[in-house]
């Protein structure tokens, strides 16, 4: 079942002090199905985090659509309302990121059981707090998982190394149960054992049916899970779409020849 | 050969959709928000806002925005010159508000739905506290206006309402002049939590705190606000506060909204050239 479908999105940032308009990437189109696992290839400075990012409307697609099948219906991620998206965001659509942003003077493990307790949402008339010490050995196990040393888990993540940090922070981006993932190169500064373990975790969660949307350094680590990848292209910073979703009009011979962005099965 | 193409039509803020995942009504709701000072000066100009359950709503902007004379309007502290100001809140013990333009209540109307609903820590606080009375004294205050005279249960709920702001109780009885600013911000919000209001508004909560303290105290907050549900607006000139704790923003600009989004958005790729200029400033 497609659980999103992006129709010709488009980024371009408006820079206003120079009066510039720098293209991201242009007029996507891919769909990705639940439990599939879609690769974003494609060479650095190519719009590849910039397009999750947009899934994810930490930036603001400029145009086209994003469907996705949310639990209460489709919905359109480049013009949801806010407050859809945070609900999107507490619920459903997670972000994985190679930059942990903890904060001053809060524990690895309260920091990884965080997301569980703000998803017992007051509205539903559960309370956060109750819940805490199952949550937190749900993190724990997850920090267990990742290897971060048991030593570590009530000190403050803001004074570990980079891979310790990006352990905890992945811990933190993975507790919460989630329909898609968009991984944006979870395995940088990890060691092998880590990514290992972030690669078996991955795969639990294929089978369990989420869809992931995947930027990754090392793609050999998860070759065996992607279905279907994306590749990007710097060509004249613009990236005219190839008929790839069945049923709509093919963009190609507008002016466009030479395609820039491809899908293979 | 590189020939170039058109951008695309780009999606406005108005084209935003209206929520259709969120059923719930917003806590907040403000149409239409005008103050000015004098004949020249509009301090607040036609100002929307709306805020859902359990919500953080962060405003940001330069001194003279208007951003902390908005907080003092949704405080019922001053009257302004037009807009609609509508809370709802599910609560019998008073008069119902829901419905009610506040801005239309006469005073002791007015000041009921402040004392019950509606919570303010200032970033003086001065503003909010008798310096000279204890801490508890200070938080009883409140119970006492709302009508509650027996000394054991004010004392009782004084204490659980400085609890709940990890205010060290030890000090209860001690008077904030004799306080650390980290520890006075926390008698504040035990005073502005003691009803359970439906809206806590927060002034520069932490400004001047130094950033040990301010890390502490905008911990306590987030832990508030996740344990009780409670909707704040928060108002900030220091993006990290607001990063770490709005969901959604709003920039003000010489008393207009210029810009509003989620949080990560508005500071990662703000739209308006002064949003721009504001997050690029940021050391």
């Given amino acids: 079942m497609t659980l999103l479908q992006v129709l010709y999105l488009s980024k371009h940032f408006t820079v206003h002090h120079l009066q510039r308009q720098v293209p991201a990437f242009d007029r996507l189109s891919f769909d990705v199905g639940e439990g599939e696992f879609v690769l974003v290839a494609g060479p650095n400075g190519v719009g590849k985090s910039t397009l999750l990012r947009c899934l994810y409307r930490t930036y603001l697609p400029t145009a086209g659509q994003a469907l996705y099948d949310s639990r209460h219906g489709v919905i359109d991620l480049a013009t949801a309302a806010d407050v859809d998206i945070l609900h999107l965001r507490r619920e459903e659509i997670g972000h994985v990121t190679q930059f942990l942003r903890a904060r001053p003077r809060v524990s690895a493990l309260d920091f990884v059981a965080e997301p569980l307790l703000s998803n017992a949402s007051p509205q539903r008339g559960e309370v956060g707090w109750g819940g805490a010490s199952a949550s937190h050995a749900q993190a724990a196990d997850l920090l267990a998982a990742f290897g971060l040393k048991r030593e570590l888990w009530d000190a403050y993540p803001t004074t570990f190394s980079g891979g310790e940090q990006q352990k905890v922070n992945l811990a933190h981006a993975l507790i919460a149960p989630r329909r898609l993932l968009l991984l944006d190169e979870p395995t940088a500064s990890l060691d092998v054992l880590a990514r290992a373990a972030l690669v078996e975790r991955l795969a639990q969660l294929k089978a369990k049916g989420v869809a992931m949307i995947g930027v990754f350094h090392h793609a050999e680590d998860v070759r065996h899970l992607v279905d279907k990848e994306i590749v990007l292209t710097t060509d004249h910073r613009r990236l005219p779409m190839e008929s790839v979703v069945p049923g709509l009009p093919s963009v190609a011979g507008n002016g466009h020849a030479g395609g820039t962005f491809s899908v293979a099965q | ?283």
């Fill in chain 2, 1 to 283: 050969m590189a020939t170039f193409v058109e951008p695309p039509i780009p999606l406005k803020e108005e084209q935003r959709s209206a929520p259709i995942l969120v059923t719930a009504q917003p806590v907040l709701q403000v149409r239409g928000l005008v103050k000015r000072y004098g004949p020249k000066i509009v301090a607040v100009d036609h100002v929307d806002i709306e805020a859902y359950p359990g919500e953080v709503l962060g405003i940001v902007g330069e001194s003279g925005s208007g951003k902390s004379t908005v907080l003092r309007l949704l405080n019922l502290e001053e009257q302004p010159d037009a807009g609609e100001y509508r809370l709802n809140v599910a609560r019998s013990h008073v008069q119902t508000c829901e419905r009610v333009n506040l801005l239309a209540l006469d005073r002791p109307a007015r000041r009921e739905v402040r004392m019950f609903h509606i919570g303010i820590v200032y970033q003086n606080p001065h503003l909010g506290l008798r310096m000279r009375n204890t801490s508890s004294g200070n938080v009883a205050e409140r119970l006492i206006m709302a009508g509650e005279r027996n000394y054991g249960k004010l004392r009782e709920a004084a204490r659980v309402s400085l609890a709940a702001s990890e205010f060290p109780l030890g000090r209860m009885d001690d008077p904030p002049s004799q306080l650390s600013g980290g520890m006075q911000q926390r008698v504040q919000l035990a005073k502005a939590i003691a009803l359970k209001p439906a809206l806590l508004l927060l002034d520069e909560p932490t400004t001047g705190l130094d950033v040990s303290v301010q890390a502490l105290v905008l911990d306590t907050l987030k832990r508030l606000q996740r344990e009780t549900g409670v909707t704040m607006v928060i108002v900030s000139h220091d993006l990290g506060v607001i990063r770490m704790l709005a969901d959604r923003v709003m920039v003000m600009r010489h008393g207009r909204v210029v810009e509003r989004g989620l949080t990560d958005q508005v500071l990662e790729d703000p739209q308006d050239p002064y949003t721009q200029q504001l997050v690029h400033a940021k050391l």
